[in-house]
């Protein structure tokens, strides 16, 4: 049974710092790749950032590029995202999601459906 569990979530003001962190129960080395995802009140899941865990490969969406830095480490199987000069619009929900080893999904890498596991989630909310 594999687990995700997202921690470092909280409230930060406009121009602010924050960092998540991503942790799997199971070894991460089952995993395709890890994503992180938001989802703010009203609106669909979005994706925020990728890595792909042969090469350590990443991706961004243009909403965030420049701005949040995706990174894994295996010996902590962990996945963190550094999240800087925050706005008032990313205030969300943050959502860890891994890609199972082997799974073949012909879709995009930012289609939800392309993760087979979900972590609980953790707020952020950038206000002043």
């Known amino acids: 049974q594999v687990r995700l569990v997202e921690s470092g979530g909280g409230w930060v003001q406009p121009g602010g710092s924050l960092r998540l962190s991503c942790v799997a129960s199971?070894?991460?080395?089952?995993?395709?790749?890890v994503g992180w995802f938001r989802q703010a009140p009203g609106k669909e899941r979005e994706f925020l950032a990728r890595i792909s865990w042969s090469g350590f490969l990443t991706y961004y969406a243009d909403s965030v590029k420049g701005r949040f830095t995706i990174s894994g480490d295996k010996t902590k199987n962990a996945v963190i995202v550094q999240m800087n000069s925050l706005k008032p619009e990313d205030t969300a929900v943050y959502y860890c999601?891994?890609?199972?080893?082997?799974?073949?999904?012909?879709?995009?890498?930012?289609?939800?459906?392309?993760?087979?596991?979900w972590g609980q989630g953790t707020q952020v909310t950038v206000s002043s």
């Open positions: 999601a891994a890609q199972r080893y082997g799974y073949q999904y012909s879709g995009s890498y930012k289609d939800v459906n392309g993760y087979n596991y």
């Open positions: 199971g070894s991460i080395n089952n995993f395709n790749s």
